[in-house]
């Protein structure tokens, strides 16, 4: 039977961390009780059934790869019916449940089953299942913001009990034989040493140079030694980042106080976190050893206070996350003044290093690259199309020709056919004329798909010179650089000593040689 003809039935599975406690809600038992459901369903013939499976993931949202699986197969018109064991399988989210329930799959005539809820939509003809249903989707998103409820309180209670500790330990601690936070007796003098050069009135950035000349290794260096790689430290050539050591030097947990508690989700099945004011942080004096005094935490504060991070409105310019320094691949840093420059903040520590002190100024790389962008637009707009190929009127009547010759072939081997039928010519003489037909047809196809193939690539060649054109006459006309011509054109801008520019195209084609 044609796969087209087909009456799909995607079978949803879901099983979170909390729902694995339950044997009756495991993936097999999902997977029994709706397989064992299809084998009952009536009136329904030639049934082909997918299953989706997201194990581990919550139900408060839709970021499960299974279900987006499932939702662009519905989008594409490849499924006709979705069966679930209950609602909560396929979102305790009421809002987007309901909009999945109401809106979308009558929009694509989709059939939802939930067999534990005994709800079924080709039942009901157009309606929703109204306040019943809606009724169970508000039961489910509560039972939710319960479960998440109780289980912050439970991680609370032993926050203020000093029991709970986070896996992860501040740079200058490791976890001890009991599992508490001691001094790492390789990083703890280095935290000590950063301490007593901001006490003596060293900015970060003098720190940073100190710890270079010392070759000490990042935080992220010294990670990457002892096998846990969560970045790439590459290129960062045992530069310490000035943001890294305001950290270390705001850190009240170096004097042995610990803190937790200090961000939350924003909302239950978010990933968004948000800083909590200080008030509602945990804080328990005397938890583990501490590296460096109260004393002298209190002087550094007094130079390095702790201020709250203003979210500010992004600045949008032209060239804003495109401009790379060429020699060490970090990208550039925008400063705030008046007259802007582009710089290379990485390098500013290492006198050393071969872009230190590397700068352009904004106007200067926003003229020279609308420059390029202009001479490039005026290459495509004088460019006059050389190609010797026929135009594309000529390949057409060529492709219309020679489809006519086919069909006449095809017609010559039905008269052989009732000829032969008809006793006017012997079987001998069919199979011959026949094969020669035949053998003229396989010619007459093949050069027909050629056509066929060189019109298309024609036809795309036009768009693509148009595209292209269209393209040069908004670079000629914009007068100067606009953020939308480089988020068309440009990949990303390279910066090199002596105001030597690289610019790496998105549209290849673009670049054309004059």
Known sequence: ???????????????????????????????????????????????????????????????????????????????????????????????????????????????????????????????????????????????????????????????????????????????????????????????????????????????????????????????????????????????????????????????????????????????????????????????????????????VQERFPRTACVKKQAHRYPLRGKVFCGVCSHAMSKSSTKNSVFYCRHSQVDKNSPCHGLRISEAELEGVLYEIMNKQAQIILNLNDLSDAEPMDVHLAKQGDYLKQIDGCQNQKRILYEQMLLGEIGAEEYKAEKARVDKELGRLNRIYAALCQRTEQMRMGDESRAARKRLAQEVTGAGGLTAALVDALIERVEVYPENQVRIIWKLKDFCMEA
């Open 1 to 299: 039977m044609s796969k087209a003809m087909a009456y799909v039935i995607a079978l949803y599975i879901r099983l979170s961390l909390e729902d694995s406690r339950v044997e009756s809600m495991s993936i097999e038992n999902q997977k029994r009780a709706l397989h064992s459901f299809v084998d009952q369903m009536e009136n329904v013939r030639n049934v082909e059934v997918l299953e989706f499976i997201d194990n581990g993931y919550s139900g408060t949202n839709f970021e499960r790869p299974a279900v987006q699986k499932l939702l662009g197969q519905v989008q594409a018109g490849e499924v006709n019916c979705i069966i679930v064991k209950d609602f909560t399988r396929f979102g305790r989210n009421a809002i987007e449940v309901g909009y999945f329930m109401e809106r979308v799959f009558p929009l694509y005539g989709i059939r939802f089953i939930s067999i534990n809820d005994d709800f079924d939509s080709g039942r009901l003809h157009g309606d929703t299942g109204g306040l019943d249903v809606a009724f169970k989707y508000l039961v489910a998103e509560f039972y939710s913001r319960d479960l998440s409820v109780k289980s912050k309180s439970a991680k609370y209670v032993k926050m203020k009990r000093g029991e709970y500790q986070s896996k992860i330990c501040p740079y200058g601690y490791r976890k001890g034989p009991d599992g508490r936070m001691e001094p790492d007796e390789e990083t703890a003098p280095v935290v000590q040493m950063i301490y007593e050069l901001a006490k003596a009135g060293h900015s970060t950035t003098q720190i940073a140079r100190k710890l270079l000349e010392k070759g000490i290794q990042t935080p992220g260096e010294r990670k990457a030694a002892m096998g846990i790689v969560k970045h790439d430290v590459s290129r960062s050539g045992g530069l310490w980042q000035t943001s890294t050591l305001r950290n270390i030097l705001t850190d009240e947990r170096y004097t042995g106080t610990y803190i937790m508690g200090k961000r939350t989700v924003r909302e239950v099945g978010s990933y968004l976190v948000r800083t909590k004011d200080e008030s509602e942080w945990f804080k328990i004096p005397e938890h583990h050893p501490p590296i460096i005094t109260k004393e002298l935490f209190q002087q």
